[in-house]
């Protein structure tokens, strides 16, 4: 039974940092491409980061590049989103999603599992 279980959001100012973590169980997060996207209050969920499971290359949406990196750390059998220079439009519901499939990493549709979620609220 695969588990995905994020972690590490809360509430912190403008311009301020967060690491997301997301433990995986069932699966090995070397072995399947990972995602995170966000979802705001009134809106579809979005998507954020992908890591492939072969090089480490990653995706990233325009609207985070350059701010948020997403790792993993094999040992752990976790994967992270580093959040930097947080904007108060950063604010949503952050999930953690694991593939079997080769795809889009950018649509939700392509996601076999997915975890509960963890809260990021940005604030001015």
């Known amino acids: 039974q695969v588990q995905l279980v994020e972690s590490g959001g809360g509430l912190v100012q403008a311009g301020g940092s967060l690491r997301l973590s997301c433990a995986a169980s069932?699966?090995?997060?070397?072995?399947?491409?990972m995602g995170w996207f966000r979802q705001a209050p009134g809106k579809e969920r979005e998507f954020v980061a992908a890591?492939?499971?072969?090089?480490?290359?990653?995706y990233y949406a325009e609207s985070v590049k350059g701010r948020f990196t997403i790792s993993r750390d094999n040992a752990k059998n976790t994967v992270y989103l580093h959040m930097n220079s947080l904007k108060t439009e950063d604010t949503a519901d952050y999930y953690c999603?694991?593939?079997?499939?080769?795809?889009?990493?950018?649509?939700?549709?392509?996601?076999?599992?997915w975890g509960q979620g963890t809260q990021v609220t940005v604030s001015s």
């Open positions: 999603a694991a593939t079997l499939k080769i795809g889009n990493y950018a649509s939700t549709s392509v996601y076999d599992y």
């Open positions: 069932g699966l090995t997060v070397s072995s399947y491409p």
């Open positions: 890591i492939r499971w072969s090089g480490g290359i990653t």
